[in-house]
């Protein structure tokens, strides 16, 4: 498919061909839910922990005789119903590392690039850097195609400057084309991506669906 260019004031400069077997899919809405959950399942640290019955501080001890105070009975302070004493079954250290097979994450993210090209939210822009690194610099760049909305950027390289430049900016995202984040493009409103990337998008998933074949 061809999709215009727009330079950096929002006219067009050109047209780039997109492959329709990377912006063009038929959508898993399967693998898309289950990338985002996969990413927010790995960033969860995992350290919460409580102290059982076994681990509190407390005499073994009994707190008082059995019959005759009119109390309910009791063996030791370290039971659970008591102030201070264990949790019953409460977080322990535990790891929530998910891992998603290489081929159901990369047919997500084309799922994504297919649902924002579908629905207009995905626009080619001319490549640009930002040399001085400065929030401000940036700013002025992308005003005319995303003036304080919720933006993501695909960058073709790395982009050190422009992620320096972008990251005290709260309606914005950047990312490199190769470690795309299926959270942040999906829910990241309008997607840019610099023409060079979107070439190497091109590649980058092309490449893999001719393997699956």
């Known amino acids: 498919m061809k999709k215009p260019v727009l330079g950096l004031d929002g006219k067009e400069l050109r ?8 912006f063009d899919v038929r959508v ?3 693998a898309v839910y289950e ?8 960033a969860r640290v995992g350290t919460a922990s409580t102290k059982t019955r076994g681990e509190v501080r407390g005499s073994h001890r009994k707190p008082y005789r059995q019959k005759g105070t009119g ?3 009791a063996g030791r302070r370290r039971s659970p119903i008591w102030v201070g004493g264990g949790i019953t079954f409460g977080p322990r250290p535990r790891s929530y590392r998910s891992r998603m097979p290489k081929k159901a994450k990369r047919l997500a993210m084309k799922s994504i690039l297919t649902l924002k090209n579908r629905d207009e939210r995905l626009t080619i822009v001319e490549d640009f850097d930002v040399e001085s690194g400065k929030t401000k610099d940036l700013i002025k760049l992308i005003e005319p195609l995303a003036s304080g909305e919720k933006s993501v950027i695909i960058l073709a390289d790395d982009g050190a400057m422009i992620k320096r430049a972008g990251r005290n900016i ?3 995202r950047l990312l490199s084309y190769n470690r795309l984040r299926a959270h942040d493009i999906y829910y990241g409103g309008n997607l840019l991506i610099q023409e060079s990337a979107a070439r190497k998008l091109n590649e980058f998933y092309a490449a893999e669906t001719g393997k699956e074949g």
């Open 71 to 73: 109390r309910a009975r």
């Open 35 to 42: 990338a985002i959950r996969s990413e927010h399942a790995n």
């Open 15 to 22: 047209q780039i061909e997109l492959r329709d077997d990377v």
């Open 170 to 172: 709260p309606w914005l």
């Open 28 to 30: 898993s809405e399967g």
